[in-house]
């Protein structure tokens, strides 16, 4: 799965698809985020398929589909699977409509250790330290009262490569930058981009436990740290930390 990501950048570092306007107002008032969670806005990439401009704008994480009727009391699931997305209900009309690009400078994901009731987390991003983009689904909810529009997202996963297989067995869906223009299209299928990305290009590290809680959102928790392990592993060199984003 992808519980939480990175998204410290400044908005001018997020066009990452050709022809994108960054220039709205409202995004520079945007906080980075360290340790972005669900049911924060986070910055989205989208395609208008009436006008073709591609935008980058703030969208809740968690998605509420458009025929629900009362989000407070139903699923706002973060996350959906490559091999059901396109065939269940709450995300089938979302990805042949309404795809979307979660650009990031990481994400965190979390290992079980062996004999320790805490997991560790991890820090996983490219090794150029560049931005990357996420596949997603968006949707459009109307509040009933107050007529507002709620702008929510998912992001979408797949088997975890050989790097993020170490520490679990799913992992977000990367896009390559070449395969942008066609994930924002109108293809309603574009099911062969939803793949594991090459582990080469990636790098993982090990890092506090402080990031468990959203409320702790600052640089410092991407700071490496020597992993936990179990006894099994005693004796056996410990992951070497990443340098900082």
């Known amino acids: 799965m992808c519980g939480r990501t990175i998204q410290s950048s400044a908005p001018l570092r997020y066009a990452i698809v050709d022809g994108m306007n960054v220039r709205d107002s409202r995004l520079h008032n945007h906080p980075p985020r360290w340790n972005a969670a ?69 994400f965190f994901e979390w290992k079980a250790i062996k004999g320790r009731k805490a997991k560790q987390p991890y820090a996983i991003a490219m090794k150029d330290g560049a931005p990357f983009g996420l596949a997603g689904i968006w949707e459009n909810w109307k509040e009933p ?34 395969d942008y223009a066609r994930w924002l299209g109108e293809e309603d299928d574009p099911h062969d981009l939803m793949r594991s990305f090459p582990a080469p290009l990636m790098r993982m590290w090990p890092i506090s436990p402080r990031v468990n809680k959203p409320e702790n959102d600052d640089a410092a928790i991407i700071e490496p740290i020597e992993a936990a392990i179990d006894a099994a592993s005693c004796g056996k060199a410990p992951s070497s930390p990443g340098r900082r984003l």
């Open 145 to 178: 009262a107050s007529g507002d529009w709620i702008r929510t997202f998912a992001i979408i996963t797949t088997d975890a490569n050989d790097l993020v297989a170490e520490i679990h067995d799913r992992m977000p869906v990367i896009l390559a930058p070449a």
């Open 38 to 106: 669900p049911s924060q806005d986070l910055l989205v990439i989208r395609r208008n398929h009436s006008t073709g401009e591609v935008s980058l704008d703030p969208l809740r994480w968690g998605l509420i589909p458009n025929w629900c009727d009362d989000p407070k009391g139903g699923r706002k699931p973060i996350n959906a699977k490559c091999e059901t997305v396109r065939d269940l209900p709450a995300f089938r009309e979302a990805y042949r409509r309404r795809r979307c690009i979660v650009p990031v400078d990481g």
